[in-house]
């Protein structure tokens, strides 16, 4: 077992030059902040890390796990062609909210809807990172060029606050071939916010998930089931 501490602010000064375009978009400031970049980490893990370190599972603190982490590496052999990164669906109705604007000029989209059919956005709670098919992907490299972020903002009217997680669902939006969907009990969140703040009716659709739990998640300060 070998261990590798991380300095942050040798992180966050390689980030910064490269997520410096999308911080203000996606970010819970007015402006950009040089630490905010370290809320980037995963979108340019593949420029950071190491050559030979080729997958890295990134997760939250508030996480819970009822299976071997270990398992959660066998989903990189589920990854489809062109696939870049595993991450879970979004279970609140949040982007729902954000791409109102979105929303309101394309009524028939599929952009903020529930599963199993729309695309109600990404958590980025639990991420499995392909840091090999990262950097071999033109495309994704290209989505990281800030007339590529300018660009998508504009078309999708969006503006965020949750760093990494806005950017993946955002280009979901446009190239869901770059992800492969992690099913829900990898990364089962429990924050019921959006329930009591004006979408009540559609709250459930988004929230449920069927099958035995493997990683909760207790995002929102959310308490999470004793065993």
């Given amino acids: ?21 999308m911080q203000k978009h996606f970010s819970a400031g007015s402006g950009t902040y040089y630490s905010d970049s370290i809320f980037f980490l995963s979108v340019a893990m593949h ?3 190491p050559k030979e370190i080729t997958r890295i599972i990134q997760v939250d603190l508030d996480l819970k796990y009822k299976t071997n982490i270990r398992d959660l590496f066998d989903e990189f052999n589920n990854f489809p062609e062109g696939a870049v990164i595993g991450i879970a669906r979004e279970m609140q109705p949040v982007y729902r909210h954000t791409f109102w604007q979105y929303r309101r000029e394309n009524p ?19 991420l499995l ?3 090999g ?3 071999q992907s033109k495309l994704y490299n290209q989505l990281l060029e800030p007339t590529m972020v300018q660009r998508l903002t504009e078309k999708y009217h969006f503006k965020g606050h949750l760093g990494d997680q806005d950017f993946f669902t955002m280009v979901g939006m446009e190239h869901p071939e770059l992800f492969h969907v992690l099913d829900c009990t990898w990364n089962r969140q429990l924050c019921t916010w959006w329930r009591d703040h004006g ?11 069927e099958g035995e739990v493997r990683i ?12």
């Fill in 47 to 49: 420029r950071i890390m």
């Fill in 133 to 135: 098919a990262m950097r």
């Fill in 1 to 21: 077992c070998q261990v590798v501490v991380h300095d942050v602010n040798e992180l966050t000064e390689k980030l910064f030059p490269i997520v410096e375009a």
């Fill in 108 to 126: 028939q989209t599929k952009v903020g809807e529930p599963p199993p059919d729309g695309l109600p956005g990404f958590n980025s709670g639990v």
């Fill in 199 to 209: 979408y009540s009716d559609v709250f459930d659709q988004y929230f449920q998930c």
């Fill in 216 to 227: 909760y998640h207790g995002n929102c300060n959310t308490q999470i089931p004793e065993d």
């Fill in 129 to 131: 990172l392909n840091l």
